[in-house]
């Protein structure tokens, strides 16, 4: 063997050493790797293991609640709570909300129930991290739609997962299966994702968990307007497991009875104006006639007779517009015709349906507006900022449905600010400590007058002015007059 073949072997061995070498490292690089890729799931697993259920009571989050139930009840005039006994106690429980006023449609259910159910909400409000945590603190869990981007709907997965959780620790969960907020009291289609994790938990639990839906309607007198009426109607509860053997043949078909018998069972806790071409025009004549009932018909006033009569009101002129449209469009002319006149006289609803006032009736009401205008004074000096800052807030929001929301969140904010200052100053500058624990309390108290006072003016103005049109003859006010008593008339014969 030449020296030059001896030379080519040795450099050929030490090729494969050094192959062998880089294969050997490579091995080890990878498997420290893999081992360091364990290790990273592993710790998170156990983050998640060791993170607390959502679900599980929180004192911080009851103590709160109990904070937000003073303001709540005094931000509306009047909260009607109606069957809150079909909310089953010892059972797992779905709570199916109708959905027409964002944030305080959740946020009024849960002021209502003593327990702490947990929430389902859209994705998109859970994009900053420190709004994800106060989310979080209140027991909600984001649900991920087509819009917050295709790649995102994965993350339901985990969503669906912890809501299933929340069943099977015999829980509630909240839902509100419209999917996303609309203000028109109508109920729209209903997302299936209910029906997913409904069905999800009991399959989990061979159909023994026994999950009760209980449909929630809630109807409000007005969406933005402090002072409004509200009601929150709770169903009777149907049972998931009666569609059991229906799932087990087809998962599809028992998930369509299941959305279907939803829907029938939402639609009586609730106000369905179910015209969507014609909504607006359907609403304000059922507006109009609602005030004629209440102030020419002595029409009782309580939130539930009032929903339930403007159900029939509704229902009725639906069926006549199908019947007669050509008359249906002459009856919405006019009340559009009615609106444009309130508009130029300024006022509301409320005035043509009254029609008479009474000259005496009127002087009483200035003179108690005199008596008590320095109550009110003291009210309107310490709460107007607290009050009026919020509204200010909320000037530029294009969508209507978040007003009174963002408005019922920063009024928490500026009445506990502005208050503990007060409390402050009092403390320090009237004693002994009961003077200034009740010169605090009747400031409070002094705030509400003060609104309730400002609404008496309101429409004690409104009496002298449509006293002065009346006698004047206002063309105006006249044709109001006028218009008013023939479709109110009109929609009488329909309802009967």
């Known amino acids: 063997m030449d020296l030059k073949t001896i030379f080519e072997k040795q450099i050929l061995k030490k090729q494969c050493s050094l192959f062998d070498l880089l294969k050997g490292f490579i091995k080890r690089e990878v498997l420290a790797i893999g081992l360091v890729g364990q290790l990273a799931s592993y710790k998170k697993i156990k983050r998640m293991s060791s993170k607390k259920p959502i679900h599980q009571p929180s004192l911080g989050h009851k103590l709160l609640r109990s904070y937000v139930d003073i303001f709540l009840y005094s931000f509306y005039n009047r909260v009607t709570i109606v069957g809150k006994e079909n909310v089953p106690k010892n059972a797992p429980v779905i709570l199916a909300i109708n959905?027409?006023?964002?944030?305080m449609d959740a946020l009024t259910v849960l002021c209502t129930l003593r327990s702490q159910p947990v929430f389902m909400a859209r994705a998109d409000i859970f994009k900053k991290p420190v709004v994800a945590k106060i989310l979080r603190f209140f027991k909600i869990i984001p649900i991920f739609r087509m819009r917050d981007g295709k790649e995102n709907l994965q993350n339901n997965d985990a969503s669906f997962d912890e809501a299933v959780g929340v069943l099977l620790d015999r829980k509630r969960l909240a839902i509100l299966p419209e999917g996303n907020h609309f203000g028109h009291r109508r109920l729209r289609v209903l997302k299936k994702g209910i029906a997913r994790i409904a069905f999800q938990a009991e399959e989990r639990s061979g159909f023994e968990l026994g999950i009760q839906i209980v449909p929630v309607g809630l109807d409000y007198s007005n969406y933005i307007n402090f002072g409004a009426d509200l009601l929150v109607h709770f169903g009777e509860p149907f049972p998931v497991n009666k569609y059991k053997e229906m799932y087990m043949d087809n998962p599809q078909k028992a998930m369509n009875a299941f959305m279907q018998e939803l829907r029938e069972r939402m639609l009586p806790q609730m106000l369905n104006i179910d015209d969507e071409k014609d909504y607006e025009e359907l609403a304000l004549l059922k507006d109009i006639y609602i005030k004629h009932l209440v102030y020419r018909k002595d029409l009782d006033t309580d939130h539930t007779n009032i929903r339930n009569n403007s159900q029939l009101i509704a229902d009725k002129i639906i069926a006549f517009k199908e019947m007669e449209p050509e008359k249906f469009q002459k009856m919405a002319d006019k009340g559009k015709e009615i609106l444009t006149d309130l508009q130029k006289?300024?006022?509301?609803?409320?005035?043509?349906?009254?029609?008479?006032?009474?000259?005496?009736?009127?002087?009483?009401?200035?003179?108690?507006?005199?008596?008590?205008?320095p109550l009110f004074l003291v009210g309107f000096v310490f709460n107007f900022l607290p009050f009026y800052i919020p509204v200010l807030f909320t000037k530029k929001i294009k969508d209507p449905q978040f007003v009174s929301s963002i408005r019922f969140g920063f009024s928490i904010l500026t009445f506990t600010l502005f208050y503990i200052t007060y409390l402050v100053v009092f403390l320090i500058f009237i004693s002994p400590i009961y003077y200034s624990l009740g010169t605090f309390i009747s400031v409070f108290i002094l705030g509400l007058f003060s609104y309730e006072y400002y609404a008496i003016f309101a429409k004690n103005i409104a009496r002298w002015r449509a006293y002065y049109f009346k006698k004047k003859e206002n063309p105006t006010w006249i044709r109001l007059i006028q218009n008013w008593n023939e479709l109110t008339s009109q929609i009488a014969n329909i309802i009967q």
Do not use: C, E
């Not at 959905?99 to 944030?103: A, G, K, M, V």
């Not at 006289?345 to 205008?373: C, E, H, N, Q, Y």
């Open 99 to 103: 959905h027409q006023n964002s944030l």
């Open 345 to 373: 006289l300024d006022f509301r609803l409320w005035v043509p349906a009254k029609g008479r006032f009474l000259v005496l009736w009127s002087l009483m009401g200035t003179i108690f507006l005199f008596a008590t205008f």
